[in-house]
């Protein structure tokens, strides 16, 4: 089994898919290991790196010729996909519920696609391919980098000759992998810090980072499956937000971190939020992407800067942003994952497994991810919710 890593081309990308540290697992395991030219330069992994641990640095154009499996980070882009021939694997976060147009694409090429966003993270076993958790723990520790750049004022309490400056109000809208993290950055920073989410289980874990969990009366309990929090009512938002609204204008600094998979985030902070909150707070907007974002008016990737003076940073991408961090994890996740699927040195698909029911999203020609098949046209489906494109053509 040829297993490659590709360069990635997505703006902004700095990661990558495997690191030299990784590949003799693989090799070990029965794999020959082929690199693309300058694919972990990025994360300061230079090609001669991988050389000494036993990889071959081969062109893109080997790369797709000749390679059984290939491992990305993100989703192949649109040039990449027609490059794949029937019968490879791609293993990577594609994220097919946001696009599971791509997910049609791969199927009918013949490409067998793996997402590691789609693993049920619940399962004790798949913790050591959790891509999702491992991101987003970085993810965290640099949306408080982010605000403390951007706050004009210290985080901690400082006393000096010229005076006493007080310590930030830093408040942390979720507590997931990220938000934790976000909370124990924050509170190591020296800020006083409080957290919230609607999964009152998540009170503990807050409370034992050092930070004050924040109750609201309008809203129950929002616990839903696979450890995320299940989609509000629109009456319970309506309720939430404007709860909210007063805990926001009391803080300088606010990160926010929900996420619903494959929908649109929620909506946290509201134009009424924004303009209660005073000149210089800062907002990292963790949940902000092309679907939205938990912040009125914040875009991803962009910094915006409202009327008075509140910045919004709009923070889509902040793994790619310490890459060489992100890239260590996601290479251990991701052939965690790769050698869970391999027997004798062969991939082996079983879907009837746990984890691989999860991330397969295509094989044999058809989208067998349940998940992933909803969202496909009706007249793609066949019995069961599987979508059948094997003979569909572009």
Do not use: C
């Amino acid at each position: 089994m040829k297993v490659a890593v590709v360069k990635e081309n997505a703006p902004g990308e700095r990661r990558v898919a495997l690191v030299p540290e990784t590949v003799p697992k693989l090799m070990a395991a029965g794999a020959e290991v082929v690199v693309q030219s300058g694919a972990g330069e990025a994360a300061w992994f230079p090609d001669s790196a991988y050389a000494e641990a036993g990889a071959a640095i081969i062109t893109a154009e080997e790369l797709y010729a000749g390679a059984d499996v290939i491992l990305t980070v993100t989703r192949p882009g649109l040039k990449a996909v027609p490059r794949l021939r029937a019968g490879q694997a791609v293993f990577g976060m594609l994220s097919t519920l946001t696009n599971p147009e791509l997910a049609r694409e791969l199927a009918a090429a013949g490409i067998t696609a793996v997402s590691l966003d789609g693993l049920p993270r619940t399962l004790s076993r798949a913790q050591p391919m959790d891509a999702l958790s491992s991101q987003a723990n970085v993810a965290g520790y640099k949306a408080v980098l982010v605000a403390a750049n951007a706050y004009s004022r210290f985080f901690p309490m400082l006393m000096t000759a010229a005076g006493t400056a007080r310590p930030a109000k830093l408040l942390v809208l979720g507590a997931g992998v990220a938000g934790l993290q976000a909370i124990g950055t924050a509170r190591r920073l020296g800020a006083v810090v409080s957290g919230y989410d609607v999964r009152p289980a998540s009170q503990g874990e807050v409370e034992s980072l050092g930070a004050t969990f924040i109750k609201l009366t309008s809203v129950e309990s929002a616990a839903g499956e696979g450890g995320y929090a299940r989609e509000l009512t629109a009456e319970e938002r309506q309720a939430q937000q404007e709860e909210l609204t007063g805990h926001i204008a009391r803080h300088d600094v606010v990160i926010t971190t929900a996420q619903v998979p494959g929908r649109r985030p929620p909506l946290l902070v509201t134009d009424d939020a924004l303009k209660a909150m005073s000149p210089g707070s800062v907002i990292v907007d963790m949940g902000a992407s092309a679907l939205g974002g938990n912040v009125t008016g914040s875009q991803p990737g962009e910094t915006v800067v409202t009327g008075n003076g509140v910045r919004i940073i709009g923070a889509d991408n902040l793994p790619a942003t310490v890459p060489t961090a992100s890239s260590n994890a996601y290479s251990r996740n991701i052939s965690a994952l790769l050698l869970h699927m391999t027997s004798d040195g062969v991939l082996t698909i079983d879907t009837n497994d746990e984890i691989q029911a999860g991330v397969v999203i295509t094989h044999s020609g058809k989208v067998v991810n349940e998940a992933v098949a909803r969202l496909l046209p009706a007249e793609t489906l066949t019995k069961g919710g599987v979508a059948d494109v094997s003979g569909t053509t572009d």
